[in-house]
């Protein structure tokens, strides 16, 4: 049984994420649900409250935002692979070869230790990149620390980005929030929720909580077998739940073994999400997409964050899903090989 302060400190921490997601719907910020819980929860975390988000619960709001992201996902998708697809593999390259680089040169210029800033610096997959870092000697909790950062920064930023980008338009409302009253359609998906994230998670997929309930509910919607809803008090659940679990992740142990190394950690975030936004721009002129889009497909994770506020805006949900599905897988499965090349080729004095 959690105690009386566990209990008054998650009521404290619901009301103020409640307060300042209001103020930021108020100020028409799409996925203001999504930001207002993680700001709430950073001041909570580094406030020492020691609270956390359990992981049934951030497993489950990561198939709620998997299904969220199917409901939006139709037959486009395949088309924007089919025709984009040299340069949908060409964004994820560059991307996944700018962090690389970044990684490389904070060893390089002993800004950061080791190849903790290769791992740090992938951009994707923070939880799985935490997990494979320890077993290549890297510090984890630098990595972990980068990984959040990096994570809380490209949220803040496209958010900035979409509210400045969307002309004034009203941020759309959650996917399926029409469709609430069909008992069917939700009993429906909450099933492709449960079905899909067990089955990954025991095939231990990447993401698998999120990445099941996704893939299966994508074809299910895509086919006209299955009609993908979810009540808006589920959707707003869940996008709180995201929020915490990032937030809270910062707390005053985190801040104080970083100190030295937060301006590299600073540094690495920023220079990535940079060059990544000018590679956006310069997709505005390959493509006949426009620059939220651009930036929100190009941005360095993570998937879920990314999810919600393309959804919630004006942006190209199909081509920012694609580009960062495959970006993730991308990630995952050259993070090794990068970790490896850059100990390799960093003098043997600029890894210590």
């Known amino acids: 049984m959690p105690s009386l302060r566990t209990i008054g400190l998650w009521l404290a921490l619901v009301a103020t994420s409640a307060a300042i997601a209001y103020g930021l719907s108020l100020a028409q910020f799409p996925a203001a649900l999504l930001l207002g819980p993680m700001i709430a929860a950073i001041a909570f975390g580094v406030g020492g409250s020691n609270i956390t988000v359990p992981r049934p619960g951030f497993l489950a709001a990561q198939a709620m935002i998997g299904c969220l992201v199917a409901h939006a996902v139709t037959g486009q998708i395949a ?19 700018v962090s690389g680089l970044v990684g490389w040169l904070l060893t390089r210029w002993r800004i950061l230790p080791g190849t903790t800033a290769a791992w740090g610096s992938s951009p994707g997959g923070a939880s799985a ?12 909790r630098l990595v972990a ?3 959040y950062v990096r994570v809380a920064a490209v949220v803040f930023s496209a958010s900035l980005a979409a509210r400045f980008l969307m002309a004034g338009t009203t941020p759309g409302a959650g996917a399926g929030a029409g469709d609430a009253s069909a008992a069917s359609s939700v009993l429906a998906t909450l099933l492709v929720a449960v079905i899909g994230a067990t089955v990954a998670l025991k095939l231990r997929v990447p993401a698998g909580a999120q990445i099941g309930p996704m893939v299966l509910g994508a074809v299910l919607h895509a086919t006209g077998v299955a009609r993908m809803a979810l009540p808006v008090p589920i959707l707003e659940l869940a996008y709180a739940c995201i929020g915490w679990y990032v937030g809270l992740r910062f707390t005053r ?7 030295t190394a937060l301006p590299g950690i600073l540094t690495a975030t920023f220079a990535v999400i940079a060059l990544c936004a000018g590679w956006g721009f310069l997709l505005t002129l390959l493509l006949p997409i426009d620059l939220l889009t651009a930036v ?10 990314v999810a919600i506020i393309a959804v919630g805006s004006q942006a190209d949900v199909s081509f920012v899903l694609a580009v960062q599905t495959l970006r993730l897988f991308v990630v995952l499965l050259t993070g090794p090989l990068v970790a490896k090349w850059i100990s390799r080729s960093v003098p ?4 210590s």
């Open 79 to 97: 088309q924007t692979l089919f025709e984009d697809g040299p340069l949908i593999v060409a964004v994820v390259l560059v991307t996944v070869a």
């Open 296 to 305: 929100l497909a190009t941005s360095p994770g993570g998937l879920d964050s």
């Open 253 to 259: 142990e985190t801040l104080r073994l970083t100190f």
């Open 145 to 147: 620390f980068m990984q």
């Open 348 to 351: 043997e004095g600029a890894t």
């Open 129 to 140: 990149m935490v997990a494979m870092a320890e077993d290549f000697g890297a510090d984890p």
